[in-house]
Every structure is written in C-alpha cells, then in structure tokens.
C-alpha cells in the first residue's frame, strides 16, 4: 500500500512528504541553528557510511570506472564539457611542465 501510494503523484502519502520537505527547505532557509543541525546530521552520517561501507563504496566505484567503455566515455566527456576540456588540456600540460621544471631545478640546486 505504501509503495503504492509513493508511486501515485497525487496520493495523500506523497503530497504531504512533498509540502513537508518544502516547509523544511522554507525553515531552512531562514533558520541559521536549523542549518547548522542538518549539517551536523548531514555530516554524521556521511562519516558513518564511508567508514562503515568503505570497502564496498571503494568496490562500487572501481566496478563502474572499470566497465566504462573508454571510448564511448571519452565522446560523453568530450560533448558535455566541451570547450572547456581543452583548458583543462592545457592547464594540466602547464603546470605538470612547471612543477616537472620545478622539481628539476630543486634537485639540481641541492647537488641530487
């Protein structure tokens, strides 16, 4: 019957969790201490959940990149960020080249 109701857009279940979750927002919004305790829940639980799932998180994630076809990913990357993935290019060619010179000056400096 619940999953029933969470399903139907205009059941009584769903539109109170609705005008709940927006008055909460509304509250939110304006309460500084009320932002302050969700943060705190917010972040209470998010330190539980990785220390508790590390290994499975870590599983998760390493699963998902590696079955990613790297073509395919490439073209997704590629078209939405566009333009944009070219600075990114060459930012990191810059300061790789510059913290690479970095490095070698360092090292030559100190006789290594």
């Known amino acids: ?3 029933s109701a969470a399903e139907d857009e205009r059941s009584e279940l769903r539109l109170r969790v609705r005008a709940s979750l927006l008055s909460l927002g509304a509250r939110m919004s304006l ?16 330190v539980y959940v990785v220390t508790t799932y590390r290994k499975e998180i870590t599983s998760l994630i390493t699963d998902t990149v590696a079955s990613w076809d790297a073509e395919h990913t490439t073209k997704k990357i590629e078209a939405n960020i566009g333009r944009d993935l070219q600075f990114i290019r060459i930012n990191g060619t810059v300061v790789g ?6 490095i070698y ?6 006789g290594a």
């Not at 309460?31 to 998010?46: C, F, I, N, R, T």
């Not at 080249?97 to 970095?102: C, D, F, K, P």
């Not at 000056?105 to 100190?110: E, G």
């Open 1 to 3: 019957m619940i999953v």
């Open 31 to 46: 309460d500084p201490k009320l932002q302050g305790k969700v943060d705190g829940w917010l972040e209470s639980a998010a």
């Open 97 to 102: 080249s510059l913290a690479g010179l970095l």
């Open 105 to 110: 000056i360092i090292s030559r400096a100190l």
